[in-house]
């Protein structure tokens, strides 16, 4: 009897052990390593993240969906050149629009921009005086739809996306990712295709551009010592069918050059006129959740990151699905986002990168 007696009060003691330790393991404190680029001696930002991994590690290995907004929210929106006369800060995109434009006298850029092309041989000046016109804040109030990608589509078009490819990478070695990728959030996205999670980026932008850009991080920026990212998002050169980047992008003619035609198959199963109506902004991008990423996926989107009012229709979207927990991010928020944030105190950090 005694020694059952020992043995019973060894064993009552083993589980108060573990009673004490499992919380403590299933929520452990982030690992430096895990997120090398976050300033652990910010008090406030750390204890975000530490609501951030908690989250991370109770859903990981469910394949479960995160969704990403592009510019501003993964990557600076706020670039500048004084050699290139860029002086009003903007998103990659368009930098690289006036880049190109200062190099149309390199051959290699000879079949850049044909639609510009004119017989008064002010191609250049063309180009230029369109992206002031398109990228002007009257145009962009009045034309935040199908128009505005159109108009912004002409300047890829009549080239292949091999051809976009080798451009974007010389606009890269003027305008390092390394400068301008917000890499704490970088970190997050990583952490959170090591536990499991099916990771899609929703941009209004290109996703040509984007998958370019995401290609370039991976060859050129290390996660931690040892290891590059590797996100498992895209290929290098976009492929719409299968790459886990939507926005707003344009249909591939017969012989593979960019049109302006709007690609549309992120709407197809969006109901009424809204496939027809719609771009890959503002509710366009709770559209391309619900009907199109995840139907593809077939899980919920459950964690989701956005910057500025364009994302404020996905962050509603899946902070009020009560179906699952959610949890999203304000990236340096502004606009319609940032009144969010009141809202769902809880749910919403607010997060600032740069």
Known sequence: ??????????????????????????????????????????????????????????????????????????????????????????????????????????????NFFPLYKTADGKQQ???????????????????????????????????????????????????????????????????????GFQVWIVTAGDPYFVAAFLAKIEQNIAYRPGQKYNFH?????????????????????PDGKFTVVYEDRFMQDAPGEAKALYVSDGIGKKMEIKYYIEQHAEKPVVFCAGNSGGDMAMVQYVLDDSSHSAMCLAVNPRGGLEKLLTQYSKRLLSIHVG
């Open 125 to 195: 000046q063309n180009v230029i005086e369109a992206h002031n016109f398109i990228y002007s804040t009257n145009n962009l109030t009045r034309n935040h739809d199908r128009v505005l990608t159109h108009q912004i589509a002409t300047f890829t078009a009549g080239i292949t996306p091999e051809q976009l490819q080798g451009s974007i990478n010389a606009y890269l070695a003027d305008f390092s990712v390394s400068k301008y990728a917000f890499l704490p959030m970088l970190d997050i996205m990583q952490r959170l295709v090591d536990n």
């Open 1 to 110: 009897m005694k020694i059952y007696n020992q043995l019973q009060q060894k064993f009552i003691a083993s589980l108060i052990i573990i009673a004490l330790v499992m919380p403590m393991v299933a929520f452990a404190l982030p690992k430096a390593q895990d997120y090398p680029h976050w300033n652990v001696n910010n008090k406030q930002q750390y204890a975000k993240l530490v609501q951030i991994d908690k989250f991370i590690v109770a859903n990981k290995n469910r394949g479960y969906v995160a969704v990403f907004d592009w510019d501003g929210t993964l990557y600076s929106e706020q670039i500048t050149s004084k050699h290139y006369r860029i002086t009003k800060p903007a998103p990659a995109e368009e930098v690289w629009q006036l880049w190109l434009a200062a190099h149309l006298n390199s051959q290699k850029y000879q």
């Open 233 to 253: 998002i895209a290929h290098k050169i976009y492929n719409p069918a299968v790459d886990h980047i939507v926005g707003d992008g344009v249909k591939l003619s």
